[in-house]
């Protein structure tokens, strides 16, 4: 009769960078957790359990628990990741948290990625701009063809995490960089039909520094982007529809 063989779940060293930007007192620091790892743990669940049972001052946001929301963007061992889709045993023994950059801190691992989104959106017009005259209500919307129907909803996929906004090197060094997030949005509207604008004033939005020319090509985004979607294809083919325009 073979004897079963357990195997103890491993200890978990979790280090956090701590900082409260509202106390004067506060200064950044690394504290350290310790948790036993579960099956099938993801970082949401340990940094829940360090919150119930070992400080529940920690701050850090989470909503949809599924990889929707965006909520719990963070650098994980240094790269940007949501913690509610990463499984602690894809890591090692010591993890170490730390708040995306670029966003304004909150609270330890709590940034306010909403306000750089909307101001973000509101520079470039993220919604579709109907033609002059009133829409009739009662009517069907036009019919789109599948096809492109689905490469719209391919660049829809972005759920505005900030993790593509925090591993860009221009995003660091350019605090008006509109990201991969914002060039991705104005792929998606330059390609719906319902859009009244041109090429010219799309690229008006985004043709400078600020925008599709300020990339480097680093690829950080695309490497980081939770959803895994082509920003650095859709940056690259911006920047040379741009040029075959202007020449």
Known sequence: MSETVTTRPRTLEISVLRHNPSDPASTPRLEHFEIEEAEG???????????????????????CRAGICGACGMLIDGRPGLACRTLTRDLGSRVTLAPLPVFRLIGDLSVDTGAWMQGMAERLETWVHLREQEPDL??????????????????????????????CATARMREDFVGAAGLNKIARFRLDPRDARSDA??????????GVFGCMTLLG??????????????????????????S
């Open 138 to 167: 009662g009517a069907l919307e036009e019919r789109m063809e599948p096809a492109l129907a689905e490469q719209i909803y391919e660049l829809e996929r972005c759920i505005e995490c900030g993790c593509c906004v925090a591993a």
């Open 221 to 246: 985004c695309e490497d980081n982007c939770p959803k895994n979607l082509t920003l650095s294809t859709q940056i690259a083919f911006l920047r040379r529809k741009m040029l075959i325009a202007a």
């Open 41 to 63: 743990m993801t970082l949401f669940i340990a940094l829940n359990e360090i919150r119930e049972n070992q400080d529940p001052t920690l701050q850090f946001d989470f909503v």
């Open 201 to 210: 004033q799309f690229y008006e939005l985004i043709g400078d520094e600020s």
